[in-house]
């Protein structure tokens, strides 16, 4: 995979204007007024830098300074011990507005009436933020409707991962939320300090326009999530397992099914599933798939990569052998749960859990020990760790709300923003000491009493941005997790389009959720390996060479041919 080196500056609020790209540009429509609204289904692209109407970026001094210094953000710097936290904001705003903000949340929702909730609003200056929680296995597909109809409230959070269920998000964006420009361009340090502190980036990221040919139409409709990069999801091995049957922790793929033959039988396997995570064992990576091939100057997929087959053919051989649980293909399984009972050896996940989990061994409720595996490659390749900096998703504001409602929201967010090492942050993260946490005998913050049900485990207002990240917890967690991450650095590559937020047309949206079914299809034993020309050809029929001429004039508008 070639990522190109030297990139074309942008303008003043800098939009493609290649043939092709955007929503309405896509489509051949006329330029649109700002109060319009627009229709598409032909996909959109925006870039994220070279904005002047962005927040002017202000430092916000740390109060602390980490005890291991990384290069983030790939890399974050790391703290291994838990400093005295300093207040951030000292001048708190009276605050005595009420909103409602939709989030979603895994597991049983906190009681809204919990004091915690009441503590939190007293900190912030006294403003009212009611918690309208939807379910997280669901929340992208339900946001849809909720945005459509105008129901989510005074605003609304979602992850990146969640605009994918929408037929064209940039469209939504523009039709349904609040323009933020003209409130947060500019200096805006003195009343929000911590937004202005957040990286350009970030808020470069929050950018979307009414119409790409037009430059003008460009604004911010959301308040950014936390900027960060480094590698979230993983492959999760029980070490324990391993070393007592005498295992060796696998270094390439080939080796991951030897060991994962070997420690199969008829009631333990080696895998409750593994598909999205495993692409860049055989060196497939891009944006959607999509990378440039310099020497055929043509934008190329990966399935039409030898490649492609060959993890299809690995997929398959888990399936053939047994070492995949054979209920996986319902979907229903608790792989984590599993692995902790020691029926499972390696789960696809969030590197949270690594975490998670030897903490719970720690505390005597778990037992063993985990560790994610290295990177791997297949056939003596040299392995990648697709990486790719930005924020998590955004919080968007209802545009029927008044100039004077938004600040204050804002006001909110600028609280929540509040880094580790603040007593804003403790109280977010952690919740009241004596109730929700204590400090244990090395003096980091542990939960207590409810603190993992209404504090730890919801999103709550902790997806609201912070001006930084760092590795923090349990001393020992944190040491391993930060030389993980060293020793990953050399395998790092950035996707295509960094920096650049693509959406692809609705037709191709469908041919590739169509294109990922058939995969599970011969990845579960429901179709023959056989299929696979026959596959691809569909996907390009229905969609897919629209995809490629979307991200041919996406890459050219941005690099060249080169």
Known sequence: MTNPSDQAPFKRRSLFKAAGLGAAGAAGLPIIAACSDIKSNSGSTQDSKGFDF???????????????VGEPPHHPSAFTSY??????????????????????????????????????????????????????????????????????GDGIQLFNYMTGS????????????????????????????????????SWGQAVWSKDPNDPETAGIYAIPMTYSGGQGNGILARTDLLEAEGLAMPTTVEELLEVSR??????????????????????????????????????????????????????????????????????????????EAGQVMFTQDNLVRWNDYNLKVKNGQAEGAVAPLPPLAAKGRTPIVPLSAGIGGWTFLNKDLSKEQVEEILDVANWCAAPYGTTEYQLLQYGVEGEHFELDASGNPTYIGAGPEVVQ??????????????????????????????????????????????????????????????????????????????????????????????????????????
């Open 457 to 562: 485990g919801p999103v709550n207002f902790k997806a609201f941005a912070q001006v930084d990240t760092f590795l923090t917890g349990d001393p020992d967690m944190v040491a391993a997790r930060f030389e993980y991450n060293a020793s990953i650095q050399q395998y790092v590559v950035e996707p295509p389009f960094q920096g650049v937020r693509i959406e692809a047309p609705a037709a191709a949206k469908a041919a590739g959720t169509t294109l990922w079914d058939q995969q599970s299809d011969i990845a579960y034993g429901r179709a023959e390996l056989s299929s696979i020309p026959e596959m691809v050809e569909t996907y390009f029929k229905n969609g897919g060479e629209e995809a490629r001429k979307h991200y041919t004039d996406a890459y050219l508008a941005l690099y060249g041919d080169e």
């Open 83 to 152: 400093p005295t936290p300093v207040q951030a904001i000292t001048d708190l705003p009276s605050g005595k507005g009420t909103y409602e903000i939709t989030i979603p949340c895994w597991g049983t929702p906190p009681a809204q009436d919990d004091p915690y909730f009441a503590k939190v609003a007293e900190a912030w200056g006294g403003t009212t933020v009611k918690i309208r929680q939807g379910d997280g296995m669901t929340y992208g597909d339900t946001a849809v409707q909720w945005v459509k109809a105008n129901e989510y």
């Open 262 to 339: 070997a420690w199969t039988t008829n009631s333990r396997w080696a895998f409750v599933g593994l598909d999205w995570f495993i692409g860049q064992w055989f060196n497939l990576g891009g944006v959607d798939g999509w990378n440039w091939d310099p020497d055929q100057k043509k934008m190329i997929n990966n399935i039409e990569k030898p490649e492609f087959t060959e993890l299809m053919e690995f997929r398959r051989t888990l399936w053939d052998e047994g070492l995949i649980h054979p209920d996986a293909p319902t979907g229903t399984l608790d792989a984590a749960a599993m692995q």
């Open 54 to 68: 962005l927040p002017t970026h202000e430092d916000w001094p740390l109060p602390v300074q980490p005890d291991l």
């Open 166 to 201: 929408f037929a064209n998000f940039q469209e939504t964006v523009v039709n349904s939320f609040y323009d933020l420009t003209e409130i947060v361009q500019g200096d805006i340090a003195e009343r929000w300090p911590l937004l202005a502190a957040l990286p350009s980036d």
